[in-house]
């Protein structure tokens, strides 16, 4: 049987969202600007050597609107 | 042509309790599992805009709801400025979407419906008063229903915007989830039907799923209501049987006034089809997908060959930009930057425009927490696929004769907005 292993993707509540950006500096790797310097997630699940810098950039944000979540993967 | 008649069946302008009956008989006495299992095969769909099979919403919204109770929101609020479809139901045929919600209510296990209208429509609240009170003078079992007045602004009457109203907040569309369906009303499962598919489900039930089925397409069965505005002999609301083709349709409003470009279907959330491609098209929900459009809430207009899409879409563009709740940014920045490119098309030509809707457009859609940004960026695009040789036209010989013409499409006069955020200019 395989392992179970946690699926974690990026998730921003767009109207918590102000645009300040502080993610995208943080998280360059899976988050990238829009034309108004909103961010755009990479929709893909957050590879384990990354987690650290995603908590960084949920971590950083302002108003609280970005969060990692979990799923759970087979 | 054979247009079956059945929520206009009396023909009434205003159908009272006595009219109603005669007509179509007494409210059923079914329970839930009965009413849920005839809605099911009857194969009923949402008529508010997303076509979502009504017998499953039912299903859903019952199961989540065994221990808490559920609640039943009735959608007549018509947030699309074209359409005219749920005013006129609410009008002439009242009893008819008591009659839905109390039905819907009962199969969800709701005792409190609210049916939620755009506040300051007089005529409106006093035909629904009028019925709720005939309907309390002959001591029918209904459910306890409240007529609440929304505000009217076009993202107002987004389901997840009645379930904020409702709950004590403003009438402005929520992060979801959770989805009403899920949690809604006071932390409700919440059943949000529009009026008319509640009046169809209140018909299905009397008369079944076989009988339901006998109009319509094994695929879209049943009749619906439809707007049909601009260039057609007699503009108006009108019941159809789903599945008659575009030029049929058309034909019910005495068909076209002029030689036509293109039809907007759907409405301001729908796109625009090519005239002699709608006039092929079957009216059903699948059928005006294949065509690149959508049913929406059955909002078809008319555009005249001679008119200017591009000037028509802009309007729109505009009028929809300002509507954006201003809460998310995509949608609070990236609609008014499309309308400034199509206006800039529309009214001065360019080369420019086209590119900088095709590069801003993805980063619209899917970014909001309503559908609101979605549909306009569709609409737009239809625009510039539909009446490509006006964006070519005009990229070389600036605005065309179509300006010279009357604006056919309604927009509502501009209301004052509350932005709550400035603008950011959009780096191309």
Redesign the interface.
């Known amino acids: 049987m395989p392992k179970r292993h946690k699926d974690r993707t990026l998730r921003v509540d767009p109207i918590k969202c102000e645009g300040h950006a502080l993610c995208i500096e943080a998280f360059p790797e899976m988050i990238t600007a829009d034309p108004w310097n909103y961010p755009v997630l990479n929709p893909h699940s957050i590879p384990p050597h990354l987690l650290r810098h995603a908590e960084h950039a949920v971590k950083v944000c302002p108003v609280l609107a970005l969060r990692i979540e979990t799923h759970d993967g087979g | 042509m054979n247009t079956p008649a059945r929520l206009t069946a009396t023909g009434a302008d205003y159908a009272n309790l006595a009219t109603h009956v005669r007509r179509h008989g007494p409210l059923p006495v079914l329970d839930a599992a009965s009413i849920i299992d005839v809605v099911e095969r009857s194969g009923l769909t949402g008529r508010g805009g997303a076509a979502f099979p009504t017998g499953r919403k039912l299903r859903t919204v019952a199961g989540n709801a065994r221990r808490s109770g559920a609640v039943v929101i009735a959608n007549g609020c018509e947030g699309e400025p074209a359409s005219a479809k749920d005013r006129s139901l609410l009008l002439k045929a009242p009893h008819l979407i008591l009659d839905g919600i109390t039905l819907g209510a009962r199969a969800v296990g709701a005792g409190h419906a609210y049916l939620c209208v755009h506040e300051g429509r007089h005529d409106l609240l006093s035909a629904l008063q009028r019925a709720l009170s005939e309907r309390r003078a002959a001591g029918l079992p209904d459910v306890d229903i409240s007529v609440t007045e929304v505000p009217d602004r076009y993202v107002a009457s987004e389901e997840s915007s009645l379930v904020h109203l409702l709950n004590g907040g403003p009438a402005l569309?929520?992060?979801t989830p959770p989805r009403p369906f899920e949690r809604g009303v006071r932390g409700r499962p919440t059943l949000v039907d529009n009026v008319e598919t509640l009046a169809h489900l209140a018909l299905a039930v009397r008369h079944g799923a076989d009988w339901f089925r006998t109009a319509g397409t094994p695929d879209a069965p049943g009749t619906t209501l439809v707007t049909l505005g601009g260039s057609v002999v007699a503009p108006g609301v009108y019941e159809v049987g789903l599945g008659l083709s575009g030029a049929d349709l058309l034909a019910v409003a005495g068909g076209p006034g002029e030689p036509l470009g293109a039809v907007l279907a759907g409405g301001y959330f729908g796109a625009w089809v090519r005239a002699d491609r709608f006039a092929a098209a079957p009216i059903t929900p699948h059928g005006l997908q294949s065509a690149g459009a959508a049913m929406g809430a059955g909002i078809f207009l008319a555009l005249p060959a001679t008119s200017c899409g591009l000037a028509e879409t802009a309007r729109i563009a505009r009028y929809l930009a300002d509507q954006s709740a201003n809460?998310?940014?995509?949608c609070l920045?990236?609609l008014p930057?499309l309308a400034d490119a199509l206006t800039t098309l529309a009214l001065q030509g360019g080369r420019k425009a086209p590119g900088t809707i095709t590069?801003?457009s993805p980063?619209i859609t899917g970014?909001?927490?309503c559908r609101h940004p979605d549909g306009a960026v569709r609409l737009i695009a239809s625009a510039l696929t539909v009446f490509a040789d006006d964006v070519r036209a005009h990229a070389q010989r600036g605005p065309c004769q179509g300006l010279r013409r009357a604006p056919i499409l309604p927009v509502p006069a501009p209301v004052a907005t509350t932005r709550t955020?400035p603008l950011?200019?959009?780096?191309?």
Do not use: F, H, W
């Open positions: 569309p929520l992060s809460q998310c940014g995509p920045n990236g930057a590069a801003l980063y970014r909001g927490a955020r950011t200019p959009a780096k191309v």
